[in-house]
């Protein structure tokens, strides 16, 4: 019967871990999907705000510091993404150890129970 509870509790617990797992995947991808939609728009708003000055002066006078802006702006939102992408591929990269945890899939011992991979 202790082992009943035992193999419960363990698989409890390892259902608990997936589903953070999952749902921190999930929102890394969400996050990640949401950065790149807006990266989009300031494309977007980067040429028309160009154009917009070039309207009221008719120059291009302003385009050097508008288009360094936006460069500046979406360079960053880039490097969210890129950090978003590497935090979900580290995310993949784990095993689970028979104690019902998962560790990175590099590991050769578990950090938890000490068995050898
Ligand atoms: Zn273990």
């Known amino acids: 019967m202790n082992e009943f509870f035992g193999k419960l509790k363990t698989g409890i617990k390892n259902t608990g871990i997936n589903v953070k797992k999952t749902v921190d995947v999930s929102s890394f991808r969400l996050k990640a999907g949401r950065t790149r939609a807006e990266i989009e728009e300031e494309y977007y708003n980067f040429g028309k705000r160009i ?20 460069c500046r702006k979406i360079e960053g939102m880039q490097n969210e993404v890129s950090s978003l992408d590497a935090k979900i591929q580290e995310k993949k990269k784990r095993k689970k ?3 019902g945890e998962t560790v990175p899939s590099n590991t050769k011992f578990c950090p938890f129970c000490g068995h050898k991979f």
């Open 51 to 70: 154009f917009e000055n070039y309207q009221n002066t008719k120059g291009f006078q302003e385009v050097e510091t508008v288009a360094e802006e936006f």
């Open 97 to 99: 150890c028979p104690c």
